[in-house]
């Protein structure tokens, strides 16, 4: 197969192609499509760059082995968004003792209004200034934040979060509507309580 040939594949292909041959330069194309987008969000989930780019290199060492888990029920940029977070959010988890600042919030790719969308609470979403935002996205678990990232910066419908994250629709439902309550929560308590956001 000539380069360009290979460069013409969908992500699908580049992928059923690779199971198949374990071709490391295969694997390289599809690295050169998805790296930057990898490491913005590990860049959200690390303390600085090295460890952004270190995180990055894991994610595509991982992805490389569970290629083959791929069923093609999504697609591969969404099944790679969730796998990255996965990732990211297990490093969070498990490196819990340390204080990580997340920058993944950034006021031109997170859609504010749309996070106020059917949350009963007197908090108006719109008025939230992001730098406020990305405080209180710092007070709820990695999990929460995740799924409000995958829905709200990434802008996968439901129905893809489900085949993403491997659970039913009613679960991803279940799981945004706790993860906005619990944003609206601790963005109230924070408020309240007088301190500076």
Known sequence: MTKDAIHNLTDEALVEAIVKTNDTMLFEVLYDRYASMVYNKCYGFANGVD?????????FLRVFVKLASFKGKSKFSTWLYAFT??????YVTRNTAKKFEKKSVSSENFDIENIGEDI???VEFESMRVEQLKKVMELISPDEKMILLLKYQDNLSIKELAEALDIGESAVKMRLKRAKEKLVQKYTNYTKDGESI
């Open 51 to 59: 460890e952004a780019k270190d995180l990055t290199q894991d994610v």
């Open 85 to 90: 977070y996965n990732h990211c959010v297990n």
């Open 120 to 122: 009963d609470s007197t």
